[in-house]
C-alpha cells in the first residue's frame, strides 16, 4: 500500500487514477479546486473499499501545495507517490495574443509543477525515498499550431522532471508520463473559436483516461531500484 498524492483529481486522468490506484489498495489524496467533485470521488471510492481523503487546492499557490503534502505526512507519516497531473489547455494562435491564457497555463502547468516539486522534496529527502510522477503530454515532444504556448509548458514539464531525476540520488523514481488524445474536461477552456474547432478532429480519437491510470500504476508497481523514467501512451489510432 502507498500513500498516493494525486492533483487535478477532479476529473479526467486524475479521477481515473484515484479510481485505479484506490481499487490496488493504495491510499489516495485527492487535492483540485473543485472539491465537491473530489468529496463524491472520495465517497465513490470508500464504497468500493477503498481508501481517499481530499484537499481543496489550488496548485498556482505554493502555500496550497505544500499544505497539502505536509497534511499527508501529518496523517500517513509519508508521501510515497506524488502525481503532478493538475493542467490546463486553453489553446489559441499566439497573433490571438490572449495573453491572460498563455499566463494561466504557464502558471498551472509549470509553476504548479515547480510548487509540487519543492512540497515534497523535503519529505522525500526526510524519509529517504519517494516517487515524482509529472503528467507531460505529447505536447513535451513537438509543437503544432494553437499550440506553442501549451507545447512550452509541456516541454518544460519534461525538463524539470528529468532535471529533478538527474539531480536526486537513487532512493527518489521519477516518472514523465506523455498522453496523447485522452477523454476529458481539457479541451473546455478553450476560448478561441478556431482552434475550439480544430480540437474536435484532434480528439475524435481520444482514449478513455484508465489508459492513463494504468501507466501511472505500471510505473509504480516496478520493484525498489527500478524507475520507469519516461512513458509515451497514444491511442493507436493518433499519428
Ligand atoms: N486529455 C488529454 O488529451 C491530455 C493529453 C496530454 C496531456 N494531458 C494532461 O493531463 C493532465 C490532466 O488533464 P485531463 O486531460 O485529465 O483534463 P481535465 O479533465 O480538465 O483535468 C484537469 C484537472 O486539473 C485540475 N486543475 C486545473 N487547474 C488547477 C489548479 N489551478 N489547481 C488545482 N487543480 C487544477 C482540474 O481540477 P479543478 O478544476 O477542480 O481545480 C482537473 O482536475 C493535464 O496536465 C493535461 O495537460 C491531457
Known amino acids: 500500500m502507498k500513500v498516493v498524492l494525486i492533483t487535478g483529481a477532479s476529473s479526467g486522468i486524475g479521477h481515473a487514477t484515484a479510481v485505479r490506484l484506490a481499487a490496488e489498495g493504495h491510499h489516495v489524496v485527492l487535492g483540485a479546486r473543485r472539491k465537491d467533485r473530489l468529496d463524491a470521488l472520495a465517497e465513490q471510492i470508500r464504497a468500493a473499499g477503498g481508501r481517499a481523503e481530499v484537499h481543496a487546492l489550488d496548485v498556482t499557490d505554493r502555500d496550497d501545495v505544500a499544505a497539502f503534502a505536509d497534511a499527508a505526512v501529518r496523517d500517513h507519516g509519508r508521501i510515497d507517490v506524488f502525481v503532478a497531473n493538475a493542467g490546463v489547455m486553453p ?81 527518489l523514481r521519477v516518472t514523465t508520463i506523455s498522453p496523447g488524445v485522452v477523454e476529458s474536461e481539457l479541451a473546455d477552456t478553450i476560448t478561441e473559436p478556431g482552434a475550439k474547432e480544430a480540437m474536435v478532429a484532434y480528439r475524435a480519437h481520444a482514449m478513455p483516461p484508465d489508459a492513463i491510470a494504468a501507466a501511472i500504476s505500471y510505473a509504480i508497481g516496478q520493484p525498489d531500484g527500478v524507475d520507469v523514467n519516461e512513458l509515451v501512451v497514444r491511442p493507436a489510432a493518433q499519428r
Open 91 to 171: 489553446l489559441s494562435r499566439l497573433d490571438s495574443r490572449h495573453v491572460d491564457e498563455w499566463d494561466r497555463m504557464l502558471d498551472v502547468n509549470v509553476r504548479g509543477l515547480l510548487h509540487g516539486i519543492a512540497a515534497t522534496l523535503p519529505h522525500f529527502e526526510r524519509q529517504g525515498g519517494g516517487h515524482f510522477v509529472t503528467i507531460a503530454s505529447t505536447g513535451a515532444y513537438e509543437v503544432v499550431p494553437t499550440a506553442a504556448v501549451y507545447c512550452a509548458t509541456k516541454h518544460a514539464a519534461r525538463a524539470i522532471t528529468e532535471g529533478l531525476r538527474l539531480e536526486s540520488d537513487p532512493s
